[in-house]
């Protein structure tokens, strides 16, 4: 009988769709797919594991598939500052374009084989702080995200919009906690057990931390209401590569990135607990739990 990793996933094909959309979004998307070929290429495959800390795992599937997506991004004519999770910056002077890429989120759900649904490439390209395309591959379930500023959100080639509202009382958040219990700050430890109380929501819960996790609360793969991160400067959980794709696809889809402290919206560059959502009053709602 094969296994599956003598039987390798059939590789990925960056969707035209999403090509035609910009040229940005093009080379985005197919650096990321680059990536999730080489994650395909290991399911099944023994791999050796760096613990970099408590919870936080490092492979060398995570080192290959930033290869390939560096290797898409180096070689395309943008200019551009390149900021990934497991390289030292490239920094280009006087470049006012920057790529932010996550060759792996999720590592952890994908060494433990948590499911299909969690692994996924994410590669963002901003303009000035403010972001310009996006792509998010899911490499397991060949699912594509992308967006470009003023142009859409979509899956797939269909496009993304926020579902209609819900109140608190009828939500699903998902708190995304750390690995390592002493960097929780105390605000998240309060919000995560205030919404299990009358005044909070219907579902509580804490997925295997991924970033790719907001890409379903407009996609209509779930009831997903709204995703807690927490984030402590003194080990930085939510880095610009985990932020930086899918804030910009979210949010060109109307939904929102912000700060569980202010209530205003956030950037890559923020460390600090935050809320992500559709639904801006919801978010709302759930900002005034510890206010």
């Known amino acids: 009988?094969?296994?599956?990793?003598?039987?390798?996933?059939?590789?990925?094909?960056?969707?035209?769709?999403?090509?035609?959309l910009s040229d940005e979004v093009r080379i985005a998307l197919i650096a990321a797919t680059a990536g999730a070929n080489v994650i395909r290429q290991w399911v099944g495959r023994p791999t050796g594991i760096i613990e970099k800390g408590v919870g936080?795992?490092?492979?060398?599937?995570?080192?290959?598939?930033?290869?390939?997506?560096?290797?898409?991004?180096?070689?395309?004519?943008?200019?551009?500052?390149?900021?990934?999770?497991?390289?030292?910056?490239?920094?280009l002077q006087g470049a006012s374009d920057c790529w932010y890429v996550d060759p792996l989120d999720g590592t952890s759900a994908f060494l433990f084989r948590v499911g299909n649904p969690f692994p996924s490439v994410l590669v963002a390209l901003y303009r000035d702080d403010q972001p310009l395309a996006s792509a998010i591959v899911f490499p397991l379930t060949g699912e594509f995200f992308y967006s470009h500023r003023a142009r859409g959100a979509y899956k797939d080639q269909h496009p993304l919009a926020v579902p209609p509202p819900t109140k608190l009382q009828d939500a699903w958040i998902d708190m995304n906690q750390y690995g390592n219990a002493r960097?929780?700050?105390?605000?998240?430890?309060?919000?995560?057990?205030?919404?299990?109380?009358?005044?909070?929501?219907?579902?509580?819960?804490?997925?295997?931390?991924?970033?790719?996790?907001?890409?379903?609360?407009?996609?209509?793969?779930?009831?997903?209401?709204?995703?807690?991160?927490?984030?402590?400067?003194?080990?930085?959980?939510?880095?610009?590569?985990?932020?930086a794709a899918p804030l910009a696809i979210l949010q060109e889809a109307g939904g929102c990135f912000l700060s569980l402290q202010t209530g205003e919206p956030i950037g890559p560059k923020d460390c600090e607990p935050m809320i992500v959502c559709a639904d801006r009053t919801l978010a709302r709602q759930i900002i005034d739990l510890v206010c």
């Open 56 to 91: 936080d795992l490092v492979s060398e599937v995570d080192k290959q598939a930033e290869k390939a997506v560096l290797e898409v991004l180096q070689s395309s004519p943008i200019r551009a500052t390149i900021f990934s999770e497991e390289s030292d910056p490239s920094i």
């Open 1 to 20: 009988m094969k296994t599956l990793a003598q039987n390798p996933l059939a590789p990925l094909a960056a969707p035209a769709h999403g090509c035609q």
């Open 183 to 243: 960097y929780e700050t105390g605000m998240f430890a309060y919000l995560r057990n205030k919404l299990r109380t009358s005044e909070g929501a219907k579902l509580v819960t804490s997925f295997p931390p991924h970033s790719g996790v907001a890409m379903r609360l407009v996609d209509g793969t779930t009831g997903l209401s709204a995703v807690v991160h927490d984030n402590n400067s003194e080990n930085v959980k939510q880095a610009p590569w985990d932020i």
